[in-house]
């Protein structure tokens, strides 16, 4: 029989541990090692049934074993103790505190999805995880945050696998009374409300669930309420599902209903206002036409015209883009678009002015098609890639929005994406920099001692993190198999899959086709021969998820798996289903190596081999993402790259052929030292002894965990957001809004002013003077440039010479720029500008000149994609 109505009972504790109940609904307990070994001495045996949850297992305690637990006086003072210590990390100030009144009171921070802990799955990939390391990177350095997001009643899917291995999705619905969340309400009890009017008389309205990421607040906006129908009810159902208008509303509300939502925490709690708007990825786009309609708004005390309000908005919002593959934007029919705002979803804000933000008015750009990322640049004054390749990547794939300008001086920077070290770092790592010199974390310049360490007991330290993780396997392993259809008296060889003694290989993340799960397979049998290798073999463990709609990443794990499945190696390779963060908890650390293999340029950042890192893994990787400016030579290996024009077949083979030689000539060997070999027959190498420690394998980790761990630390990542993003976009917000907007209105006027006149701009004629027939290095010369002005006056305009080498086709490289001054009017709107520059250089030497709008609250000389050159 099934239940007509399902609810969770919340555990009522006595006085003496109540503190378990905050401790246990405030997510910081999920990277609080303290704290989560205390859930689990309460009940080991629980706390694995509840799947590492405090608000499962304190709902499964019964009454009898909670006053045994209140009458442990030691178990009562070590709970009184992590509360106050709990109370004093949310409220004592930390590193952000220290800025004084020279940053922003209140930031917020919107994505679509958000990976804090297994038990609120609300993350699908890379941007979830990163997401989450974000906000709790937030809360320890007291940086105030507010994250604003979906709550999606299925989270992402969970994978199995069928009999022949196709990957299958489903789909468990969540209780959010059974999730550490609790919903926001109204002074009368009442839930709160967001509500946004949708097409044809119907409405989309949301409740708001809020959960504390240690000092973060975190508002999850979910449809399924009483009121909506059921379409509405099904905006929020999973992550990035559906398709056309299931995806823009989902997007809608996350951008316009997460302001919504914003403003009535801000009333219910009495938190500041945000003064900047982060925007992690496009999806959340639509958060800027939301704070434009307020700023529009009629019945406010003095609406703003459009440009005015864009102007004053931009200001203070960041955008961030993560991908560097086109088709993974998303992209909507215009129609839609006008649709959905004609129908009043932002009163007194001009559709066309909406459609215009999203449009892709530039080369090769699809006039039927609304582009959120496009958008998201549109609305923001500052974006970032989250790589320094990333942001080159990014400056090239979005070039055509500031035409006439080098990709170099795209106005898109970069913030390398970091980790959350205390999520990430093992356990057993944190016991033994205790132990070694009293510093948990990574972070800690202390951790430069791990040099004094003696390497058989980092080599122990190994071998206790590869054996859990095989422990693991084992376990998912059997379970996988059972869910395929197997039977137990089928599955004994699970018992002695992979070796604690062999060099171990990890490779997981999501599978679309540029990260090339199967590169590994190109030439089966010579990654057979690496496996069952007689001296030097090696084993790999491999998850990931192919997103439902996603055939050709589907069929490379089906491929993938039916190799694991052969019975000569699948003790030495297996692919783990349903990868997750519960998962990957045990993978990185067990891993030695954590492989990774994108088509470069297309990875963005790529953390999880920094998630390896900081627990004494070494990387090897294609120098893609992070990668390539954090690779020193020292930290791990670079797999070669086809940069010769060789077709995707040809460069696939040559890149495989590259990861094959690594691994037999330097990886394993480095790894084994001189271990002796390992019998075809025999179970494995036998644990290494003294003498048998590969002693440069142990400096490559010891120089890792010195030197990469803050380098790929989210508290870096954040530090930077803050220095570089969050207080110049305050600032530049704090300017725009002072005296009822009056710089934010100026700024719009003359914005329209150049705008306008723009058109009449041009270079008339340039000279030069002082060149003589022989020119040498140090010469000066003079430029002179005859420039229409039209209606703009000189002081609207910067005319520039830029300068440099010239190639064959006469374009400039190692440009460098050059002010020239008003010498002259020459009337009717014609000015002459002049300049010297120096010859720098010898051989081909080539100028230009250039005009471009000038105004202090540009951020950067291309801000307003206007140029003219000569």
């Known amino acids: 029989m099934k239940a007509i109505r399902r609810f969770t009972v919340r555990t009522v504790l006595p006085e003496s541990i109540a503190p378990l109940g905050k401790l246990a609904g405030n997510l910081r307990w999920s990277w609080h090692l303290p704290t989560s070994r205390l859930f689990e001495d309460i009940d080991p045996a629980a706390w694995a049934a509840s799947g590492h949850d405090p608000v499962s297992l304190l709902g499964s305690v019964t009454r009898e074993r909670l006053r045994q637990l209140a009458a442990n006086k030691q178990l009562v003072q070590r709970i009184q103790d992590l509360g106050a210590d709990l109370d004093s990390y949310l409220n004592e100030p930390r590193w952000y505190q220290s800025l004084g009144e020279d940053a922003p009171r209140s930031i917020a921070y919107f994505s679509p999805e958000y990976g804090i802990s297994a038990v609120l799955p609300q993350y699908s990939g890379g941007l979830g995880i990163l997401a989450g390391d974000h906000l709790k990177s937030a809360s320890d350095l007291g940086v105030p945050l507010i994250g604003v997001g979906l709550l999606y009643q299925a989270g992402y899917f969970k994978q199995s696998l069928s009999r022949d291995a196709w990957q299958q999705e489903t789909y468990p619905v969540l209780d959010p009374d059974g999730l550490p969340l609790t919903l926001l309400r109204e002074e009368d009890g009442s839930a709160a409300k967001v509500v946004l009017p949708l097409p044809n008389g119907r409405q989309l309205s949301a409740h708001i669930w809020r959960a504390d990421v240690g000092r973060v607040p975190l508002l999850l906006l979910d449809s399924n309420v009483a009121?909506?129908?059921?379409?509405?009810?099904?905006?929020?159902?999973?992550?990035?599902?559906?398709?056309?208008?299931?995806?823009?509303?989902?997007?809608?509300?996350?951008?316009?209903?997460?302001?919504?939502?914003?403003?009535?925490?801000?009333?219910?709690?009495?938190?500041?206002?945000?003064?900047?708007?982060?925007?992690?990825?496009?999806?959340?786009?639509?958060?800027?036409?939301?704070?434009?309609?307020?700023?529009?708004?009629?019945?406010?005390?003095?609406?703003?015209?459009?440009?005015?309000?864009?102007?004053?908005?931009?200001?203070?919002?960041?955008?961030?883009?993560?991908?560097?593959?086109?088709?993974?934007?998303?992209?909507?029919?215009?129609?839609?678009?006008?649709?959905?705002?004609?129908?009043?979803?932002?009163?007194?804000?001009?559709?066309?002015?909406?459609?215009?933000?999203?449009?892709?008015?530039?080369?090769?750009?699809?006039?039927?098609?609304?582009?959120?990322?496009?958008?998201?640049?549109?609305?923001?004054?500052?974006?970032?890639?989250?790589?320094?390749?990333?942001?080159?990547?990014?400056?090239?794939?979005?070039?055509?929005?500031?035409?006439?300008?080098?990709?170099?001086?795209?106005?898109?920077?970069?913030?390398?994406?970091?980790?959350?070290?205390?999520?990430?770092?093992?356990?057993?790592?944190?016991?033994?920099?205790?132990?070694?010199?009293?510093?948990?974390?990574?972070?800690?310049?202390?951790?430069?001692?791990?040099?004094?360490?003696?390497?058989?007991?980092?080599?122990?330290?190994?071998?206790?993190?590869r054996s859990n993780l095989v422990a693991d396997v084992r376990r998912r392993l059997r379970a996988s198999?059972?869910?395929?259809?197997?039977?137990?008296?089928?599955?004994?060889?699970?018992?002695?899959?992979l070796d604690p003694d062999v060099l171990t290989i990890g490779f997981a993340r999501r599978v679309p086709t540029y990260k090339r799960l199967t590169l590994m397979l190109r030439d089966p049998a010579r990654l057979k021969a690496l496996l069952l290798h007689p001296e030097h073999p090696i084993q790999l463990v491999i998850a990931g998820k192919s997103h439902p709609a996603d055939e050709q990443g589907k069929r490379m794990i089906q491929d993938l798996v039916r190799f694991t499945d052969d019975p000569a190696v699948r003790?030495?390779?297996?692919?783990?289903?349903?990868?997750?963060?519960?998962?990957?908890?045990?993978?990185?650390?067990?891993?030695?190596?954590?492989?990774?293999?994108?088509?470069?340029?297309?990875?963005?950042?790529?953390?999880?081999g920094m998630k390896s890192a900081i627990n004494g893994g070494l990387n090897l990787s294609v120098l893609d993402g992070w990668w390539d400016e954090m690779y020193d030579g020292d930290n791990g290996w670079a797999i070669p790259t086809a940069d010769n024009g060789a077709s995707a077949d040809d460069r696939d083979d040559i890149e495989a052929a590259a990861l094959y030689d690594l691994l037999e000539t330097q990886v394993s060997p480095r790894f084994y030292g001189s271990a002796p070999a390992v019998g075809a027959g025999a179970a494995g190498p036998s644990a290494p002894s003294q003498d048998r420690i590969p002693h440069q394998w142990?400096?490559?980790?010891?120089?890792?965990?010195?030197?990469?761990?803050?380098?790929?630390?989210?508290?870096?990542?954040?530090?930077?957001?803050?220095?570089?993003?969050?207080?110049?976009?305050?600032?530049?917000?704090?300017?725009?809004?002072?005296?009822?907007?009056?710089?934010?209105?100026?700024?719009?006027?003359?914005?329209?002013?150049?705008?306008?006149?723009?058109?009449?701009?041009?270079?008339?004629?340039?000279?030069?003077?002082?060149?003589?027939?022989?020119?040498?290095?140090?010469?000066?010369l003079t430029v002179n440039a005859y420039v229409a002005l039209g209606n703009l006056d000189p002081d609207d305009v910067a005319v520039e010479v830029a300068f440099g080498r010239a190639t064959d086709n006469d374009e400039l490289d190692n440009v460098a720029l050059e002010d020239l001054g008003v010498a002259e009017n020459l009337g009717s709107g014609r000015y002459l500008f002049t300049g010297g520059i120096t010859i720098d250089h010898s051989g081909s030497f080539g100028y230009t000149v250039r005009v471009l709008p000038r105004h202090s609250t540009l951020v950067s000389k291309a801000e307003l994609g206007l140029v003219v050159n000569a």
Not at 431 to 445: Q, V, Y
Not at 735 to 752: F, M
């Open 227 to 465: 009121g909506n129908d059921e379409a509405a009810r099904n905006v929020t159902d999973r992550l990035y599902g559906g398709g056309g208008d299931q995806r823009l509303q989902q997007e809608l509300l996350l951008g316009m209903g997460g302001v919504k939502a914003l403003r009535i925490f801000e009333r219910l709690t009495g938190v500041p206002a945000p003064e900047v708007f982060h925007t992690n990825e496009g999806h959340a786009g639509f958060l800027g036409i939301e704070r434009i309609r307020e700023l529009m708004d009629p019945s406010s005390e003095s609406p703003m015209s459009w440009e005015e309000a864009l102007t004053a908005g931009r200001a203070s919002t960041v955008f961030t883009t993560h991908t560097p593959v086109p088709a993974g934007i998303d992209r909507f029919d215009r129609s839609q678009i006008e649709h959905f705002f004609n129908a009043g979803l932002a009163h007194s804000v001009p559709t066309d002015k909406v459609l215009a933000l999203g449009a892709e008015n530039y080369v090769d750009g699809d006039p039927g098609k609304f582009n959120m990322a496009v958008m998201g640049l549109r609305l923001a004054q500052r974006a970032n890639g989250v790589a320094k390749l990333h942001g080159e990547v990014s400056r090239g794939m979005f070039s055509g929005l500031w035409p006439g300008f080098d990709t170099r001086e795209v106005p898109i920077t970069s913030v390398t994406n970091g980790v959350h070290v205390p999520s990430w770092v093992d356990p057993l790592i944190a016991d033994f920099a205790r132990k070694n010199f009293g510093a948990e974390s990574i972070l800690d310049p202390k951790w430069s001692r791990v040099y004094d360490v003696a390497d058989p007991e980092i080599w122990a330290l190994r071998r206790s993190l």
């Open 481 to 497: 198999w059972k869910a395929r259809g197997a039977a137990d008296a089928e599955l004994a060889w699970t018992d002695s899959v």
């Open 571 to 608: 003790h030495r390779i297996v692919f783990l289903p349903n990868y997750d963060i519960a998962m990957a908890r045990t993978l990185f650390p067990g891993c030695d190596v954590w492989l990774n293999n994108p088509l470069r340029p297309l990875e963005a950042c790529g953390t999880s």
């Open 698 to 780: 142990i400096a490559m980790i010891k120089h890792t965990m010195a030197t990469l761990g803050p380098a790929v630390s989210a508290e870096r990542m954040l530090q930077d957001y803050v220095g570089q993003l969050y207080q110049p976009a305050w600032r530049a917000g704090r300017d725009a809004v002072a005296d009822s907007y009056a710089l934010a209105k100026r700024t719009a006027a003359w914005r329209s002013r150049i705008q306008g006149g723009w058109s009449a701009v041009q270079v008339e004629h340039v000279d030069s003077v002082g060149v003589t027939e022989d020119p040498q290095i140090g010469d000066s």
